[in-house]
């Protein structure tokens, strides 16, 4: 965390708004590695709202990526679900390589998997 904070305080000088917010979404990483998923969810929903705005694609994308790992972790498959189709179109708007890609589609057909298991079980 003082790696992230530092690197978060470092960002700030600089000025550039893009880069203070890839800080930020790397801050909240951790955050969501310590197990403080509600503080992780709610700095990668800001994060994502601003990159949105900004057309921020390429971290817009990888804040949903996240966000997503954190509901999936909170139990709420709803929520992880739209925010990996959304990291999918995200990144393939922006251009993603073939394995952030994959890595978004596989967290879909997981999530999927699992609420049709739900679904289908008596």
Avoid: C, Y
């Amino acid at each position: 965390m003082e790696v992230a904070n530092e690197a978060l305080r470092q960002a700030r000088f600089t000025g550039d708004r893009e880069q203070l917010a890839a800080a930020r979404l790397r801050r909240a990483q951790v955050l969501q590695f310590q197990g403080k998923l509600p503080e992780a969810a709610s700095e990668m929903t800001a994060i994502a709202e601003e990159a949105a705005t900004h057309e921020w694609t390429r971290i817009e994308a990888f804040a949903r990526q996240h966000r997503g790992k954190v509901h999936f972790d909170q139990g709420d498959l709803v929520a992880a679900l739209a925010d990996f189709k959304a990291a999918v179109f995200l990144r393939e708007k922006h251009g993603a390589s073939a394995d952030q890609l994959e890595s978004s589609l596989t967290a879909v057909l997981i999530v999927e998997s699992i609420l049709d298991e739900r679904h289908a079980a008596p």
